[in-house]
């Protein structure tokens, strides 16, 4: 068993949730709209490792690495976590990595964004190149298949740099070690 240490921000009333039913998973309805489709191939995704429980469609989503190995924690003077004002709680947990798929956040916003992922200008150029006379459909699936590329497969040879997020399909209170409430900036 390898167990990582994540925290997760939710709102205040996430983790009310959380502690009268003792498991939160994701609100299907508190997805924004415009970031459905990335967050359900990313769902998808981690369905290829661990069958999501009846109902989820949608990951939950934590930090291994908030600013790379220097800052695993997510810092809560930090505005973004939340809407300005929101009443919010970093939860710090525990739960097997067999559970849990590890990106790269930066390398995610290629999903997000639905462009291709290219991990240095090189594979960029070459990108570019290879998508001439494609069409939309033929670059659409090159974008796509270049996006399993922002896993994190090896935790050995993590690059200290960078951030990494996680994505799991449910929190249990039991899995609990600290709790921190704040006021998003």
Request: overall charge neutral.
């Amino acid at each position: 068993m390898d167990l990582l240490t994540l925290w997760t921000i939710r709102h205040r009333d996430e983790f009310h949730i959380l502690m009268r039913d003792g498991i939160l998973r994701a609100d299907v309805d508190q997805v924004d709209k415009d970031f459905r489709l990335a967050y359900q191939w990313m769902g998808k995704q981690l369905a290829k490792k661990i069958e999501p429980p009846l109902g989820c469609v949608y990951p939950l989503w934590a930090w291994w690495r908030w600013q790379g190995g220097q800052h695993p924690r997510p810092d809560l003077r930090s505005s973004a976590h939340l809407p300005k004002g929101a009443p919010g709680v970093r939860i710090e947990f525990t739960i097997d990595l067999s559970e849990v798929l590890l990106s790269d956040f930066d390398a995610w916003h290629a999903v997000l964004n639905n462009h291709y992922y290219a991990p240095d200008e090189a594979n960029y150029n070459t990108y570019l190149h290879i998508i001439k006379g494609k069409s939309e459909h033929e670059i659409n699936k090159i974008n796509q298949d270049s996006w399993r590329n922002i896993f994190i497969s090896s935790l050995r040879d993590v690059d200290e740099s960078i951030s990494i997020q996680a994505v799991f399909w449910e929190l249990k209170k039991s899995q609990i070690s600290d709790v921190k409430f704040f006021r998003a900036r």
